[in-house]
């Protein structure tokens, strides 16, 4: 890659390293100049860039990415497209997060070019919360270093979530005679919330004497009814192998695997195994709500992750858990995991269709109705609802879409124009999603891809709350707006588009080339109607 100052007589083509002001704007970095940019930054008088040129045996930030994030992601996570060199990961399910450190480490240490940033090994995380980024430093990877970090990674995944299951766990609680009522309830109650907590439930509850015998018997109960894990939670601490819990565990046919844990609090818990069912002897600590080491092995039990002595010994990297003076605040100043923005794509589907003389939306595009053919490629994307607002031929268009998964928002006020439509649209996502896309149902070529990539660029925090397709320059269809700006697009009076915000709002906006001029063609007239079919 050759980087650093560029005539701008010399600049057709290579990538803006810097922010750039011209007359009608700002271009920001990273935009591949075109002829129209870099005549526009003449017009403002600027002389020279900084810029960056791509050689042959260089990988564009974005494929990169791209190509990294898709190997590197396993079950229960999902890529986002990437966008500006980074591609997040984001987990699809409730589990926990489960890393190959190995090579992660190894791909990181191959060059600076290339990053991977990760939460930490089976950390608990929640639907749609990101879990990994991988980040292009510079405008590319050099094509050797990619396909060496695509072979260590090799065909499995770097990571996985490891969903919660719906597991069933049996729990027997001790007792001794100076045992109150209250701190057998108080037990039974923390170790049916942390169960409810992730997913599972809790089958059984046997209370019984502090006796080796009873605690066998029960256990043996537990083992036979099918319930898994098995928790002991004694009246009193477990403090050697052959204390109550354990002579139990063994008595019952099983062994115990390790007592003892380096994690403060949690050190006296108990892990064994009746066949391949999994025993917990539980520290007392568990009856707090705060996280402890119990905690820790509950999560990955229900998670269908098996626990070993070798896994207790090594959670004591981080396993100190306990406030202590010196770190009197240890959270304080952390922020939140990013998680994935709720979307919704709004097509517009109400006009009257006037220059088309006929009802566009149910026109043949390919043996289906165009309106289907547009939502169709909408609900391919990452969006999590697709909306569409009917009006004009409002029941036959609603027909059309028949059996796809959408919601059909009615417009009684579609003949005031297309305005109207985009507040019915707004206000029916409003309050459930980030940001929208307002889509048009003539565009039957904007493919599920450039929805996506639409939805990678969407970054509030970077000034990226509205992000607009172009083509060679030219703005197109369909528009990304943040949920910063519906208030101004629910504000809309007649026949006018949200586009035409964009102009004042243009710190907030960022462009990004469609590579087709799918995102300029609609079927306003029978010819453009033609020209779609046949391209």
Same mark, same amino acid.
């Given at each position: 890659?050759?980087?650093?100052p560029?005539a701008?007589d010399e600049a057709?083509?290579a990538?803006?390293?810097h ?5 009608g ?15 526009a930054l003449?017009?403002?008088?600027v002389a020279s860039i900084i ?13 990169a990415?791209?190509?990294v *994030?898709l ?9 986002q ?9 984001? *987990?699809?399910a ?12 190894a791909v990181?240490?191959l ?10 090994n089976?950390?608990?995380v929640?639907?749609?919360q ?8 510079p ?6 270093v990619l396909e060496?970090?695509?072979a260590i990674?090799?065909p ?5 979530v490891a969903?919660?299951?719906?597991k069933?766990?049996?729990?027997? =609680?001790?007792?001794?005679? +100076?045992t109150k009522p209250a701190?057998?309830?108080? *037990?039974?109650?923390? =170790?049916?919330e ?5 997913? %599972?439930? /809790? ?6 004497p502090h006796q080796?015998?009873?605690v ?6 537990m083992?036979a009814?099918?319930l898994?894990p ?5 009246a ?5 192998r052959?204390d109550?819990?354990p002579?139990?565990v063994?008595?019952?046919?099983g062994?115990?695997?390790h007592?003892g ?10 892990l064994?195994?009746?066949g391949?069912t999994?025993?917990v ?10 996280v402890n080491?119990?905690d820790?092995? /509950? ?6 992750l098996?626990?070993?002595?070798e896994d ?16 009197p605040?240890?959270?304080?100043? +952390?922020?939140e ?7 919704a794509v709004v097509?517009?589907a109400?006009?009257t269709?006037?220059?088309m003389?006929?009802?566009?939306? /149910?026109?043949?595009f390919h043996? +289906? ?5 547009t ?6 994307s990452s %969006?999590d ?6 009006g004009?031929?409002?029941?036959d268009v609603a027909?059309a879409?028949a059996?796809?998964?959408?919601r059909i928002v009615?417009?009684?006020?579609f ?5 109207s439509s =985009? ?7 409003a309050g459930?999603a980030?940001c929208?896309v ?8 904007v493919?599920?891809q450039?929805l996506d990539r639409?939805?990678?660029a ?5 000034q990226r709350?509205i992000?607009?397709p172009?083509?060679?320059g +030219?703005?197109?269809n369909p528009?990304l707006?943040?949920?910063?700006h519906?208030g101004?697009?629910?504000g809309?009076?007649?026949d006018r588009?949200a586009r035409t /915000?964009?102009?004042?709002l243009?710190?907030e ?15 306003d007239?029978?010819e453009?109607l033609?020209e779609?079919?046949?391209?």
């Amino acid at each position: 890659m050759i980087f650093g100052p560029t005539a701008i007589d010399e600049a057709v083509g290579a990538i803006l390293a810097h922010g750039t002001k011209h007359a009608g704007g700002m271009f920001k970095k990273g935009r591949v100049l075109s002829a129209e940019d870099v005549a526009a930054l003449r017009e403002a008088g600027v002389a020279s860039i900084i810029a960056a040129r791509l050689g042959a045996d260089d990988v564009p930030e974005d494929e990169a990415a791209r190509r990294v *994030s898709l190997a590197a992601c396993g079950a229960g996570a999902r890529p986002q497209e990437a966008f500006t060199g980074r591609a997040n990961l984001y *987990s699809s399910a409730p589990g926990l997060l489960v890393i190959d450190e190995a090579r992660v480490r190894a791909v990181n240490r191959l060059h600076e070019s290339l990053t991977l940033a990760m939460l930490p090994n089976h950390s608990r995380v929640s639907p749609r919360q990101m879990v990994a980024t991988i980040n292009v430093i510079p405008f590319a990877v050099p094509r050797a270093v990619l396909e060496e970090a695509l072979a260590i990674i090799g065909p499995e995944p770097l990571l996985k979530v490891a969903a919660f299951a719906p597991k069933r766990a049996g729990l027997v =609680i001790t007792q001794l005679p +100076q045992t109150k009522p209250a701190l057998v309830a108080k *037990s039974e109650g923390a =170790i049916r919330e942390r169960l409810v907590d992730l997913g %599972a439930s /809790l089958g059984k509850v046997v209370v019984c004497p502090h006796q080796e015998d009873d605690v066998r018997a029960a256990v043996a109960e537990m083992k036979a009814g099918g319930l898994d894990p098995i928790l002991v939670f004694g009246a009193s601490a477990i403090v050697d192998r052959a204390d109550v819990i354990p002579a139990a565990v063994t008595g019952a046919g099983g062994q115990v695997l390790h007592l003892g844990m380096p994690v403060d609090p949690g050190n006296l818990l108990m892990l064994g195994r009746i066949g391949e069912t999994p025993v917990v002897g539980v520290p007392s600590c568990a009856r707090s709500p705060k996280v402890n080491g119990f905690d820790w092995v /509950l999560e990955r039990l229900v998670a269908g992750l098996p626990v070993s002595a070798e896994d207790l010994m090594d959670m004591g990297l981080g396993g100190l858990l306990a406030e202590i003076p010196s770190r009197p605040t240890p959270r304080a100043g +952390q922020g939140e995991i990013p998680s994935a923005p709720r979307v919704a794509v709004v097509v517009l589907a109400a006009g009257t269709s006037s220059r088309m003389g006929a009802p566009k939306m /149910l026109a043949d595009f390919h043996g +289906q109705p165009m309106i289907r053919a547009t939502v169709t490629e909408a609900l391919a994307s990452s %969006a999590d609802e697709v909306v569409v607002v009917t009006g004009h031929r409002g029941d036959d268009v609603a027909a059309a879409l028949a059996g796809l998964k959408l919601r059909i928002v009615p417009n009684p006020h579609f003949a005031e124009g297309l305005s109207s439509s =985009i507040r019915a649209g707004v206000a029916a996502v409003a309050g459930k999603a980030d940001c929208v896309v307002i889509h048009l149902g003539d565009m039957p070529l904007v493919r599920a891809q450039l929805l996506d990539r639409l939805i990678a660029a969407y970054n509030p925090v970077e000034q990226r709350s509205i992000v607009v397709p172009t083509f060679h320059g +030219q703005f197109g269809n369909p528009v990304l707006w943040g949920a910063e700006h519906f208030g101004k697009l629910t504000g809309l009076d007649g026949d006018r588009g949200a586009r035409t /915000l964009i102009a004042s709002l243009k710190a907030e906006a960022v462009e990004i080339e469609a590579g087709s001029d799918s995102v300029l063609r609609d079927a306003d007239t029978p010819e453009a109607l033609e020209e779609l079919r046949r391209l």
